[in-house]
Antibody, heavy 121, light 107 residues
């Protein structure tokens, strides 16, 4: 079955960087885009960006442009999200999600379990 | 950026009742680009509806979606105990944005 397994919780100081991994199984890694979404407690989800796992091309939300970097290593079916210059308001649960495209609809149909990132001095 | 406004913020209902959740977009969104997700504490979001009205795999038929333009609706025909959760709409017509959510709680 399709699985996305993310790396464990992180505690970081303001100004530092964090790198979260998302290892997939049960499907062809390069056949689907991977999306990254975060959720700050008490708020709605927030899209950060997506990566074409075949080509490595990326697209970032304007809010995170310049601070987020999405990469992948297709040899080990793993994608990464690195967020730099962390602030306290980056404290959130970070998710990866597979994008399944059905005609023009995007389906974020399978999700990782989430990675809690706490930014605190 | 397309802003999605969900209402009400909280819906207090009993099991067996009908739930009607609204999602209003700040500009017109093609129905193809509108989805709904369910979120429970400690769990990842779960896709319910795509393309405004298509049910995702494994989603019970008590969940239905409708709408067009700027107004979309998620309806749960008869609430089951496991349906009490937070629901989010999402669009990908222009970048990707989510609404602020509607919490469906037990009355």
């Amino acid at each position: 079955q399709v699985q996305l397994v993310q790396s464990g919780a992180e505690v970081k100081k303001p100004g530092a960087s964090v790198k979260v991994s998302c290892t997939t199984s049960g499907y062809t890694f390069t056949a689907y885009y991977l999306e990254w979404v975060r959720q700050v407690p008490g708020q709605g989800p927030e899209w950060m960006g997506s990566i074409n796992t075949f080509s490595g091309d990326t697209k970032y939300a304007e809010k995170f442009q310049g601070r987020v970097t999405l990469t992948r290593d297709a040899s080990i079916n793993t994608a990464y999200m690195e967020l730099s210059r962390l602030r306290s308001d980056d404290t959130a649960v970070y998710y990866c999600a597979r994008r399944y495209q059905l005609m023009s609809a995007w389906l974020f149909d399978c999700w990782g379990q989430g990675t809690l990132v706490i930014v605190s001095s | 950026e397309i802003v999605l406004t969900q209402s009400p913020g909280t819906l207090s209902l009993s099991p067996g009742e009908r739930a009607t959740l609204s999602c209003r977009a700040s500009q017109s969104v093609s129905a193809s680009y509108l989805a709904w997700y369910q979120k429970k504490p400690g769990q990842a979001p779960r896709l319910l509806i795509y393309g405004a009205s298509g049910r995702a795999t494994g989603i019970p038929d008590r969940f239905s979606g409708s709408g067009s333009g700027t107004d979309f609706t998620l309806t749960i025909s008869r609430l089951e105990p496991e349906d009490f959760a937070v629901y989010y709409c999402q669009q990908h017509a222009s970048s990707v944005t989510f609404g602020g959510g509607t919490k469906v709680e037990i009355k």
